[in-house]
């Protein structure tokens, strides 16, 4: 089945700067990358996806690339806000099933 | 957009009793939705697929007698917890996927119920 990692588990950053995160999956059938923001106590909530015909899809602060042959997709966050801190998941699926990576905790320092 | 309920947001009971997690789809009909637990720092972690209509679909390694899904609407799925216990303290997550929105996309996640067995 479809095994997904994500790096780092944490990263901080200055407000302003830029912050990224990476994930590896292990099926190549899989066709479908979401993005997801967690806060504490909530349910996660979808910041942006990607399917497999695509290379990269940004919308204003936020983009994700997919390199299908390598089998990694990244999440870009740029101009960071102390509102994006909380704990971003990646996942990927090609059934039904989204398989979540492990997760990141960002914290953007003012 | 596509919103799920989720209810309660938090439940504590004592330890042999059951719970009841509910998870509607507030504004679309789901014929699936997804039942995942998320223990403190960690991942989501899928445990079975609820499927409208019929017998839901038990990840490797989630007990289905302990983790009672019924998925009896396109708008309503439930998740018992049976004779629960401490171990069984955790966030329960549901998930629905809106099919007007077409492939695997359009995954609507509830907000979570904490619960905690003393």
């Known amino acids: 089945g479809e095994n997904v990692e994500q790096h780092p588990s944490t990263l901080s950053v200055q407000e302003g700067d830029s912050a990224v995160i990476k994930c590896t999956y292990s099926?190549?059938?899989?066709?479908?990358f979401p993005w997801y923001k967690q806060e504490l106590g909530k349910g996660p909530q979808l910041i942006i996806d990607i399917r497999s015909n695509v290379g990269e899809k940004k919308d204003q602060r936020i983009a994700v690339t997919l390199n299908k042959t390598a089998k990694h997709f990244s999440l870009h966050i740029t101009e960071t806000q102390p509102e994006d801190s909380a704990v971003y998941f990646c996942a990927a699926s090609n059934t039904d099933k989204l398989i979540f990576g492990t997760g990141t905790r960002l914290q953007v320092f003012p | 957009g596509a919103v799920v309920s989720q209810h309660p947001s938090w439940v504590i009971c004592k330890s042999g009793t059951s719970v009841k997690i509910e998870c509607r789809s507030l504004?679309?009909?789901?014929?699936?939705m997804f039942w995942y637990r998320q223990f403190p720092k960690q991942s989501l972690m899928l445990m079975a697929t609820s499927n409208e209509g019929s017998k839901a679909t038990y990840e490797q390694g989630v007990e289905k007698d302990k983790f009672l899904i019924n998925h009896a609407s396109l708008t309503l799925s439930t998740l018992t917890v049976t004779s629960a216990h401490p171990e069984d303290s955790s966030f329960y997550i549901c998930?629905?996927?809106?099919?007007?929105?077409?492939?695997?996309?359009?995954?609507?996640f509830g907000s979570g119920t904490r619960l905690t067995v003393v």
């Open positions: 504004d679309f009909q789901a014929t699936t």
């Open positions: 099926d190549s059938a899989s066709n479908y």
């Open positions: 998930s629905a996927r809106d099919p007007a929105q077409g492939g695997y996309s359009g995954y609507t």
